[in-house]
């Protein structure tokens, strides 16, 4: 069951969900009007990447979504259903690409947490690519509600924190460290790889402020961006049960 103490946090501007679909559709190689696939985000929120999803691989393919509750502005083509929990009404292998986008942190508790990747692996098909992206733990200001070093606290201490500084009443968020992914991933016996380098080049070509450091980290050999995806603020993975994505990109 869902927490009822837990709010919507779902970004429901347009034109910042633009490039973020542009990123993931880069990402995972989606090929525009391509051959037909079945697509699934998890937690679409807004539902406005799910619509620009469908509408970059065109009527062919068919897009679902699903989230705990409906704050859909963006309801054209797409096949949206409610869930309760982590479980996913589907078939097992029944996609060829599953979409997690800072969903994880928001399903619950690590075992919650555990359960929402083994329900993205259970219904991805055996070919089939899984994106997960998390916001670090680690980020000096936590995104969800703008306080420095809200998520680096431990548990007990986040929402006494968040009630003192006047923002809210409960911390209903569990962000993840890098170590805290790859265990789960690891742990559902998926393949995977980190796209930190991958992501700075598509940040790169689809943001449209481009700030210089992204620019600069992007002219940094291969092997030197890999260390630094620890300080990543936020974790992206592409992941699949086949053996292609056991490198990290």
């Known amino acids: 069951m869902a927490d009822s103490r837990r709010r919507p946090h779902a970004a429901l501007d347009i034109e910042s969900r633009r490039p973020k679909a542009a990123k993931i559709c880069r990402l995972l190689g989606m090929q525009r009007n391509g051959p ?6 998890v937690g679409c929120g807004s539902g ?14 068919q897009i679902h979504a699903v989230d705990v509750i409906d704050q859909r502005i963006e309801n054209g083509s797409v096949h949206f259903q409610k869930v309760d929990g982590t479980s996913l009404p589907f078939d097992d292998d029944t996609f060829d690409y599953v979409i997690s986008n800072h969903v994880i942190e928001h399903v619950g508790d690590h075992s919650a947490q555990s359960e929402h990747v083994k329900e993205l692996r259970r219904v991805l098909s055996p070919t089939g ?8 733990r680690w980020q000096i200001i936590e995104p969800h509600y703008r306080l ?10 986040r929402t006494p924190y968040l009630q003192l500084s006047g923002r809210g009443n409960h911390y209903d968020c569990l962000p993840l460290s890098m170590h805290q992914v790859e265990e789960f991933l690891a742990k559902n016996d998926l393949k995977f790889g980190n796209q930190f380098s991958m992501a700075i080049n598509s940040l790169i070509q689809t943001e449209s402020n481009r700030s210089l450091l992204p620019k600069l980290v992007s ?21 699949g049960k086949s053996p292609q994505w056991s490198q990290n990109a």
Do not use: C, M, N
Not at 148 to 157: A, D, E, G, K
Not at 219 to 239: E, N, Q
């Open 36 to 41: 037909p696939l079945r697509v699934l985000e």
């Open 129 to 136: 690519t899984g994106y997960l992206a998390v916001p670090s």
């Open 219 to 239: 002219l940094l050999p291969k092997t030197a961006l890999h260390p630094l995806r620890v300080l990543s603020p936020t974790h992206i993975y592409l992941f």
């Open 148 to 157: 420095v070093f809200l998520s680096w606290l431990p548990q007990s201490l």
């Open 48 to 61: 406005i990447i799910s619509q620009l999803i469908a509408d970059w691989l065109g009527p062919q393919s």
